[in-house]
């Protein structure tokens, strides 16, 4: 696929993005996108979370997407989700679905540790990230990664949504931590555990692109070979940008469609939304 005019990964001020949903939609058509989803952080029960919607507007989010919706309906296939984050005895993706969102990504930023109500958070930079592996996992990258994927393989097993979020979002801190890491047997065998467990679920997995635009990363969410094991298993992907500002509505779809070309990538599809 050279054109690859979708996005249904994109966060409005609602949540922790830049401007209200009907600026993307304009970037969207100006882009000549023909599907855009909404996927504003849904609220995290018992947790202060300054990048979620406010519980109370949850309502308000889900009306004028809708209106924007209707009113664009000849120009632009609009669709609103959510991005759910999963974390055991707190929240899964079907606590949302009295909603009715047409999709929902399912994502892990926060670790919970079992028999501790203490988080360790995965997407709030290296600081937070180091401090909770010390605390927690002895300092060891490989005990926080193992216990990350197991997380993520439980996230898939709860069902309840789509398409599955930034899947090595951690791979970032591998990288900066120790990156032979990445190259072991035991994270290539989780890797398509994942792979498998994905397959089996029938979920989407997003090829996202964000850390590349963001410059953390110079691999998409997730890495050019994690996408290689996910399309041995047949797993379906699609391609999402993530982006929290109406100019990144499609960012960085350029170069990563040319990669998924010359890697013979057979598994990107469209998301088909029923
Ligand atoms: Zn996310
Ligand atoms: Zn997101």
Redesign the pocket.
């Known amino acids: 696929m050279r054109n690859y005019p979708f996005n249904l990964?994109?966060?409005t001020n609602f949540s922790d993005g830049s401007n209200p949903p009907d600026d993307y939609i304009k970037a969207a058509i100006k882009t000549g996108l023909e599907i855009y989803g909404f996927?504003d952080?849904a609220p995290i029960p018992k947790i202060k979370c300054n990048w979620c919607i406010k519980k109370d507007m949850l309502k308000d989010y889900f009306r004028q997407i809708r209106k924007i919706q209707k009113e664009n309906k000849h120009k632009i296939k609009i669709l609103v989700g959510l991005?759910v984050d999963y974390i055991p005895e707190i929240i899964k993706p079907s606590d949302f679905h009295v909603y009715k969102p047409d999709y929902i990504?399912g994502?892990v930023h926060f670790l919970k540790l079992k028999d501790k109500n203490s988080l360790v958070e995965i997407d709030s930079g290296f600081k937070k990230f180091e401090d909770g592996m010390k605390k927690h996992f002895n300092g060891n990258i490989e005990q926080i990664t193992k216990y990350y994927y197991s997380q993520i393989i439980d996230l898939i097993k709860s069902g309840g949504f789509q398409i599955l979020?930034?899947v090595d979002k951690i791979r970032v801190w591998i990288e900066r931590i120790n990156p032979e890491v990445l190259k072991s047997d035991w994270y290539n065998e989780l890797i398509k555990e994942v792979a498998e467990e994905s397959f089996k679920s029938g979920i989407y997995v997003e090829i996202?692109t964000?850390g590349m635009y963001k410059g953390v990363t110079n691999e998409p969410y997730p890495s050019w070979d994690f996408i290689k094991i996910l399309d041995s298993y047949n797993v379906k992907m699609i391609l999402n940008a993530?982006t929290?500002r109406p100019d990144g509505v499609d960012s960085y779809y350029g170069v990563t469609l040319l990669k998924l070309e010359i890697m013979d990538v057979k598994n990107l599809v469209v998301y088909i939304h029923k």
Do not use: K, V
């Open positions: 990964h994109s966060h996927s952080h991005e990504i994502s979020g930034h996202n964000r993530d929290h």
